[in-house]
């Protein structure tokens, strides 16, 4: 049987693409590997929850604060005002949006990409089927790389595939303790400190009934399992039931090229739409799906491959600002635990707090004040040069 696109991957990347596909009309395959839960905090904005129709059931706690804890041990708890960051446990989420693919009308599969080929017939994916071992060969249209991070599609087909830079997440999703000053269900909290990650930081992030706990790092040489047990200590967590233990890649920066320029287009992590900075990947992966589906139908009507590249233009045209934003903070104050002590003294000023998760929230640059813009700036040059000292109230 032939597709007019065949879909590798089923996380939020590649079932969204898929199900705007089917919704479409379009004859879609969606191949996943069964068992993989992606290790993620969980976090979903309210514009995530409306632009993809999330369903209530779906959140499993509301989220009203953010707290921020420094390397000194320093809080600021920032209030999320009219609303919520919602989150979804990748556990059932990512299943849910395979089934709501499959109910648009994609065809779901179970195995394992394992190359592409073409022949005077066209396009195929060849791919191992999971309940019998054999080698399947699918015709296709065009591919969509939703294979996540180290993606093998990436890798295979397209230009600069394997070079999207990175860091290792890894996390313990635990039996949420009952409500103390230590842990509240409705507040993440975000820890910078260099004992637990040198160079990105960590987390406790409630999950209604459990709590994701984690940390990444790009740096070689770090012991993950180490600096979890230490954050869960720090944090209380340490006599928690542990439910499961996961790790993977978090791509940090888009790649350059999302194409080949004939059969196949990225989405999602394989493309690199990991948000620098906070590593936020579920709104930006759905994103991404969701403009490699409006490439692939511009191809399907128009037969040109060079419409493959819709893909990123549109992405970064609306994100892509927002990106290199995220990716200067990032490499201004995540590289000393001295920067980081500035950087959460910082998220005391009120107007750093309404911007940030006015942009947070809505997925874009708040432009409505000015003169907040220039505050901001002023301060944050201040705490880089050094010219003043991180203040606490």
């Known amino acids: 049987m032939g597709y007019d696109v065949f879909v590798v991957g089923g996380g939020p990347s590649g079932a969204t693409a898929a199900e705007d596909l089917a919704r479409a009309g379009k004859s879609v395959a969606l191949l996943d590997r069964a068992g993989r839960i992606k290790p993620c905090g969980g976090a979903i904005p309210p514009r995530a929850i409306k632009d993809f129709e999330i369903d209530d059931a779906q959140i499993v706690a509301k989220i009203t604060t953010a707290r921020m804890i420094s390397p000194t041990g320093r809080m600021v708890d920032i209030p999320i005002e009219n609303g919520y960051v919602g989150m979804v446990d990748r556990e059932h989420f990512d299943e849910y949006l395979r089934v709501r693919a499959g109910k648009a009308g994609a065809e779901r599969l179970t195995g394992t990409f394992l190359r592409v080929e073409r022949d005077a017939g066209g396009t195929h994916v060849i791919w191992r089927d999971k309940a019998t071992g054999e080698e399947r060969r699918s015709a296709t249209k065009i591919v969509i790389g939703a294979d996540g991070a180290r993606s093998v599609v990436a890798r295979a087909e397209v230009p600069g595939g394997s070079t999207i830079p990175y860091v290792i997440a890894y996390h313990e999703i635990i039996k949420a303790p009952e409500p103390s000053p230590d842990y509240d269900p ?46 869960r200590a720090a944090s209380g967590l340490t006599e928690c039931e542990t439910i499961r233990k996961e790790g993977a890649p978090i791509p940090l920066k888009p790649l350059d090229r999302w194409d080949n320029g004939r059969d196949v287009v990225l989405a999602g992590d394989a493309a690199g739409v990991v948000a620098p900075s906070s ?3 579920i709104f930006y992966a759905m994103a991404g799906g969701r403009v490699a589906a409006t490439a692939a139908q511009a191809v399907l009507a128009s037969g040109k491959a060079s419409d493959l590249r819709i893909a990123r233009k549109l992405f970064m045209r609306e994100h892509g600002t927002v990106f290199r934003v995220l990716r200067s903070m990032q490499d201004a104050y995540y590289r000393s635990d001295e920067r980081r002590e500035r950087f959460v003294s910082l998220c ?23 003169m907040a813009h220039v505050k901001i700036g002023i301060k944050n040059m201040a705490h880089l040069l050094r010219l003043v000292s991180p203040v606490w109230t």
């Open 348 to 370: 005391h000023d009120v107007d750093v707090q309404k911007l940030t998760f006015e942009a947070y929230m809505n997925k874009k640059l708040v432009k409505a004040r000015p």
């Open 186 to 231: 409705d507040r993440c909290d975000v820890i910078y400190d260099g004992r637990i990650s040198p160079d990105f930081y960590g987390w406790v992030f409630p999950h209604g009934g459990q709590a994701s706990v984690g940390m990444g790092t790009g740096l070689d040489g770090v012991d993950l399992k180490k600096a979890t047990a230490d954050l």
């Open 279 to 281: 590593g936020e990947g």
